[in-house]
């Protein structure tokens, strides 16, 4: 670990999140998937019993703090290595001293920021030292590792997720610093519950990016009498948003996305797109509107345009690779295409009172004939007895009834005739009129 010296004042002048990055476990916020009670990475931090391991999550979600954690937890030799700043050479530097240390008995953890940005031939220089144990090494990517990292080095590390901050989490992190002697604890800091919600909304679950917006609200704020106050003008000064005040769990919130999902709806891509608009700058999380759509692909959109499910699908993964700003044109993209394409609630309404049959005959067995019979058993008790195989017949069709006797006659699916849909019913109508003998 890297020692300060009596002249370093980096504690008192470094970023509001570097002063307050806990040293421990239990200063730790969120990730309780990992770090809970009996879980296993705490399991494994605890007893100093550390395997080469990869941190995989977004920015600001504790993947630095968690090495740092380590650092001050382990008896073994703690290097911090930067993918940014380093090449072969240092590498090559780093993993003879490691393997010096090896000899005289001593482990080496590594630590790699941001191991994603090294090339192939980079990350193949840590694998025979992984291999042999000279290092165990601990890799930091916001990118997915089975895309960037190589397959071989990979394989001989536990990758461990980590997820976004809920709000609950960040504004306790930011209460935190309030009271904290290392944040603004020395300081009367006049801020409303309201204005935290709002940096915890805005943050989208980044703590370095809440953490940064307090501390440039508070030092730009007014000065009274010892008393530092932030007003929601100081902050929308800060973070250039207007709507800080949106609650993404309040009735603004289910208001918009009401009038996102009604425009669309009503193939109103100008009004859509707008909407849309309000929600993203106000700081909703993209994620949240792309699984909507996902929603209204089917719900509204349906068999009329089926290329709307993997696009709204595929506006989901740009959202999760890109992140805002980026991924606002990806979503203005799906929005425009949904609010365009024809539109279909045939399978809403199918679904809906199919579910209402489903729930009334839970209990009405499935007709034999339907049934495998993988044991004798069971071929003794008629199971599969009448089943008529589709692909044996011209046709690819047979007059076998797959419905219970009490749902014979129930029709589900009506297709109407917008966009592809309309062929959907032709076929429907031909396939019944066969079924049917006439």
Known sequence: MEQLSLFDDRKTIAPLASRLRPDSLDGFIGQEHLLGKDRLLRRLIDADQIPSMIFWGPPGVGKTTLANIIANKTHASFINFSAVTSGIKEIKEVMARAEDSRIMGIKTVLFVDEIHRFNKAQQDAFLPFVEKGSIILIGATTENP???????????????VLKPLTTDHIRELLAGAIRNPKGFGQTEIAITQELLNAIAVFSNGDARTALNTLEMAITNGAVSAGKITVTEEI???????????????????????????????????DAALYWLARMLEAGEDPLYIARRLIRFAS?????????????????????????MPECNVNLAHAVTYLSLAPKSNALYVAYGECREDALRTLAEPVPLHLRNAPTKLMEELHYGEG????????????????????????????????????GVKERLERIKKWKSGT
């Not at 895309?147 to 990758?159: G, M, Q």
């Not at 719900?299 to 890109?322: I, K, R, T």
Request: hydrophobic fraction near 30%; glycine fraction near 4%; charged fraction near 25%.
């Open 146 to 160: 089975s895309f960037e990292i190589n397959a071989a080095l990979l394989s001989r590390c536990k990758v461990f």
């Open 387 to 422: 089943y008529e195989y589709a692909h044996d017949t011209a046709e690819k069709l047979t007059r076998m009834s797959c419905m219970p006797d009490s749902l014979r006659e129930h029709t589900y699916y009506r297709p109407t005739v917008q966009g592809a849909e309309a």
């Open 299 to 323: 719900e509204d959109v349906g068999m009329a345009d089926s290329q709307a499910l993997p696009l709204a699908v595929s506006a989901y993964q740009a959202c999760h690779f890109n992140g």
């Open 235 to 269: 902050l929308e000064q800060c973070t250039s948003r207007k709507s800080l005040l949106y609650d993404k769990n309040g009735e603004e919130h289910y208001n918009l996305i009401s009038a996102l999902h009604k425009c669309m709806r009503n193939s109103d891509p």
